[in-house]
């Protein structure tokens, strides 16, 4: 009976000691930045607990609180399953420097506090230029950069120092090969590349870059475009006779056209109707004498006698005058006049 109970009662403090151990601290702490986009991230090991939950708890605070007794730590994420905790929406300065810590937490056991120094201005990544447009002029080529962006839709500008923009731009020839790559470094964001081929087509791509900390990001993707130059005249003349022809034809349709249209509406209006013909619209306006045919054969063909033939014949006025000429009376007889 003796023996039993010293057993007992070295089992169960073994059992309390062990729900009394603390929990391992997370390990490797890291950020991920990107501009003013801040990410805290961590490692743990799960085989130290085996399959009990674990939560994590992350805070921070300025640097210069460490010198008070009882600095004043803001709690970023609590009892997170995760293993990394977003801190951009805290509007951390971008100058400023902080002090992290995380905490591992395992059935109400909290682990020590793992701590990292993190300063913006020195270790956030900057990233590309947010947009780049192409505009192709004579023998150069005109660049629009938009500057890195902030989380808040700002420019990158208002935290560096000295914001500037590598180019990297080449010819592409028409099976894709690089020819005669080239770099330029400006700090406008409305640079030109000049002293290109005529007609060629360039490729561009532009990398932000910080020289105080001598920070670059990534290159934005391709854009390629063509060079103009200047236009021969036989071209100018060809697309003024194009123009020309186009419109005479476009003319031409329309005039068809209406024409057309004319003749199906009035076919569809008025079915049984037809249009005069231009022959019998002239025989309209103008009358004419209509003659049968029973009278046409009793005329006699007229014989017209030139009036110098008259003078020479040596006939008495009075007797011309008395009597109807010649021929006159037998075609009077046909017609019955005594």
């Not at 009662?9 to 929990?23: I, T, V």
């Not at 801190?87 to 902080?98: A, D, I, Q, S, V």
């Not at 031409?252 to 005069?276: D, I, R, S, W």
């Not at 003659?291 to 110098?308: G, H, R, T, Y």
Request: hydrophobic share 35%; glycine share 6%; aromatic share 12%.
């Amino acid at each position: 009976m003796f023996t039993v109970v010293p057993l007992f009662l070295l089992f169960g403090s073994l059992q309390f000691g062990a729900a009394e151990a603390e929990p391992n601290p997370p390990h490797n702490l890291d950020m991920i930045t990107l501009n003013t986009n801040y990410t805290l991230t961590w490692d743990w090991d799960q085989s130290s607990v085996g399959s009990d939950p674990v939560t994590f708890t992350v805070q921070y605070t300025g640097n210069h609180q460490l010198k008070k007794k009882t600095p004043r730590w803001n709690t970023a994420c609590r009892e997170t399953t995760g293993r990394s905790c977003d801190l951009t929406g805290f509007n951390l300065h971008y100058l400023g420097l902080y002090m992290l810590r995380v905490q591992a937490n395992v059935n109400g056991s909290h682990s020590v506090w793992e701590y990292k120094q993190f300063c913006p201005d020195k270790e956030a990544a900057i990233g590309p230029p947010s947009k780049v447009r192409l505009s192709a002029a004579v023998a150069a080529l005109d660049i629009v950069i938009t500057d890195p962006q902030t989380s808040s839709n700002s420019s990158m500008r208002e935290h560096l120092l000295k914001l500037s923009f590598q180019i990297l731009y080449w010819e592409q020839s028409e099976d894709g090969k690089v020819l005669d790559l080239k770099t330029f470094i400006t700090e406008s964001n409305m640079p030109t590349l000049s002293n290109l081929t005529p007609w060629t087509q360039y490729c561009v791509r532009v990398q932000s870059y910080c020289e105080y900390y001598n920070k670059t990001s990534s290159f934005t993707l391709p854009q390629c475009i063509q060079t103009e130059g200047v236009v021969p005249w036989w071209k100018i003349f060809l697309y003024f006779l194009s123009s020309l022809l186009l419109c005479f034809l476009v003319v031409l349709v329309f005039l068809y056209g209406g024409h057309q249209c004319f003749h199906f509406c009035k076919a569809t209006l008025f079915p049984g109707e037809k249009l005069p013909s231009p022959l019998k619209h002239h025989e309209i306006d103008y009358p004419c004498l209509l003659v049968s045919d029973s009278e046409l054969d009793l005329c006699d063909p007229v014989i017209i006698c030139a009036e110098s033939a008259i003078l020479e014949n040596n006939v008495d006025p009075a007797a011309d005058s008395a009597g109807p000429p010649v021929g006159l009376g037998q075609d009077s007889r046909s017609f019955g006049v005594p």
